[in-house]
């Protein structure tokens, strides 16, 4: 039995940065301000810095199993002096991958391969956590650098796709199959018995996508989820199936494991879901003792309007953990340190997830590490060298 949420590491009082003390106060005991290279524990792991690397989908999997190139992309992030690896959106069914280069944890086969990259992580010392994901009505694509259209057919490679009303994702999609309450209660321990397995291949942290448009964002949104039982119609029902996820997996991860929800805060569509409902997702989530909410937006309907810029989703996570008092991390269009750092220390965010930016230069965290004023952290084999060509 986990002990009661309010003992959790996770659920104690977010930072106190030394700006918000005070007028007056002692300088003396002034709290250091906390920024991207501030260490930050949460349950029982410990992560060196603020940054993370997000889930990025390789479409580069063979029934769902990591190779060498999954080794080698997240290794080198690691290598890379990020804090925390996230694996990209792993499927826990054969029918919840996006495509069929997806990432699989659906049997006990994908257990080792996926040991060998957490090992590795690990041993360079950041650490190594896992997005579990089941993409719902839109599964079934072909790769994107393929055009990423609808596999309609076996005979093409498809599947049947699923979801929480017979709505598809857009115009001349495969109307997604409704899951009748066997169908939902199969998806919760499909995810319960994925984390099962992500445990065994040495995961220390395990996150739960909830975003993106994918099976669980369909059921949150109003645009997607049209049912009229218990998981339909008002947001207490809407959340259900998240809840009923989240519920379960923390019942089932050790005390010391971090579990994060990586939610779109909003559909940037009318009538879908948004802000408002997010920040009571969030209360609930924290209940149920989730350690953290990833706040990204977007991808449920194709029509959405939303409006990239640099950091544009920062406010989003900012009033969560204003309005909640869960610990968020940013994500989307962050790209240059001061920023990232400026996120941290204003309190927009505990973490900063990046994406694209990881893929254009592996060693961002030790580049910010020495445009921030610290000393790069380089791993030893390349650290003598580095340091010996800049003397």
């Known amino acids: 039995m986990n002990r009661p949420t309010t003992d959790r590491p996770g659920d104690q009082a977010l930072p106190v940065k030394a700006h918000d003390r005070p007028a007056g106060a002692d300088q003396a005991q002034e709290v250091p301000e906390i920024g991207l290279l501030s260490p930050l524990t949460i349950r029982g792991i410990t992560l060196r810095n603020r940054i993370v690397m997000s889930p990025m989908c390789q479409y580069s999997a063979a029934d769902g199993l990591a190779s060498d190139w999954h080794l080698v992309h997240l290794g080198s992030r690691a290598v890379g002096g990020v804090a925390l690896v996230m694996v990209e959106a792993t499927a826990v069914t054969p029918d919840g991958r996006i495509s069929p280069g997806d990432l699989g944890i659906w049997g006990e086969q994908h257990v080792e391969p996926l ?3 957490a090992r590795f992580i690990h041993a360079q010392g950041a650490v190594a956590g896992i997005q579990l994901a089941h993409a719902g009505r839109k599964a079934s694509r072909e790769l994107p650098w393929k055009g990423g259209g609808c596999l309609k057919t076996p005979e093409v490679g498809g599947w049947t796709v699923v979801g929480p009303s017979p709505v598809p994702f857009a115009e001349g999609d495969p109307v997604p199959e409704p899951l009748d309450e066997a169908g939902i209660d199969r998806i919760v321990v499909a995810f319960e018995a994925a984390a099962h397995r992500a445990l065994a291949a040495g995961f220390r942290l395990i996150e739960i996508h909830a975003a993106h448009g994918y099976l669980l964002h369909e059921f949150l949104s109003p645009l997607s989820n049209r049912r009229t039982d218990r998981y339909g119609g008002c947001l207490e029902h809407r959340m259900r199936l998240v809840l009923r ?7 089932v991860l050790p005390a010391e494991v971090p579990l994060f929800v990586r939610i779109s805060a909003t559909d940037w569509a009318d009538g879908g879901w948004d ?12 209940e149920l003792g989730v350690d953290l909410i990833d706040v ?17 989703q920062v406010p989003l996570g900012r009033r969560i953990r204003d309005e909640t008092g869960i610990m968020t991390g940013a994500v989307g269009l962050i790209t240059e340190p001061r920023h ?10 505990d973490l900063v997830f990046l994406a694209r930016e990881l893929l254009r230069e592996p060693y961002w965290a030790l580049k910010a590490q020495q445009e921030l004023g610290a000393e790069a952290s380089w791993p030893t084999p390349y650290g003598y060298a580095v340091r010996q060509r800049a003397k």
């Open 115 to 117: 040991a060998r990259i």
């Open 245 to 251: 996820v989240a519920e379960r997996l923390r019942q």
């Open 275 to 286: 802000i408002e409902q997010s920040v009571v997702l969030a209360k609930h989530l924290k």
């Open 296 to 312: 990204s937006s977007g991808g449920l309907v194709p029509t959405a309007r939303v409006p990239v810029g640099k950091g544009y």
């Open 340 to 349: 990232a750092n400026e996120i941290v220390t204003g309190g927009d965010a």
